[in-house]
């Protein structure tokens, strides 16, 4: 059974920084792409960064390059997203994917809140 389960969210200020997290179980980690999505109130859910495996290429969406940082730790089933800078506008929950032989998993999401 494959479970994504991401922790690290909270309350920042603007300008402040949050490491989340997302630990798998039931998969092959070092196989699969991992994904960070988000989804604000009101809005679709959006990719935010991806990772492939083994070569560690990533990708961002615009709106976060520069300021967010992906990376996975294959030796602990973790996938990370370094979140600096935050802007009110990162304001979303965020989850965690995997797509594992054509069926997309999801964590449950963890709330990040940027506001003073």
């Known amino acids: 059974q494959v479970q994504l389960v991401e922790s690290g969210g909270g309350l920042v200020q603007p300008g402040g920084s949050l490491r989340l997290s997302c630990a798998a179980s039931?998969?092959?980690?070092?196989?699969?792409?991992m994904n960070w999505y988000r989804q604000a109130p009101g809005k679709e859910r959006e990719l935010v960064a991806a990772i492939s495996s083994p070569d560690g290429n990533t990708h961002y969406a615009n709106s976060v390059k520069g300021r967010f940082t992906i990376s996975r730790d294959n030796a602990k089933n973790t996938v990370y997203l370094q979140m600096n800078s935050l802007k009110p506008e990162d304001t979303a929950v965020y989850y965690c994917?995997?797509?594992?032989?054509?069926?997309?998993?999801w964590g449950k999401g963890t709330l990040v809140t940027v506001s003073s």
């Open positions: 994917n995997g797509r594992v032989r054509l069926v997309d998993y």
């Open positions: 039931g998969i092959t980690f070092s196989r699969y792409a």
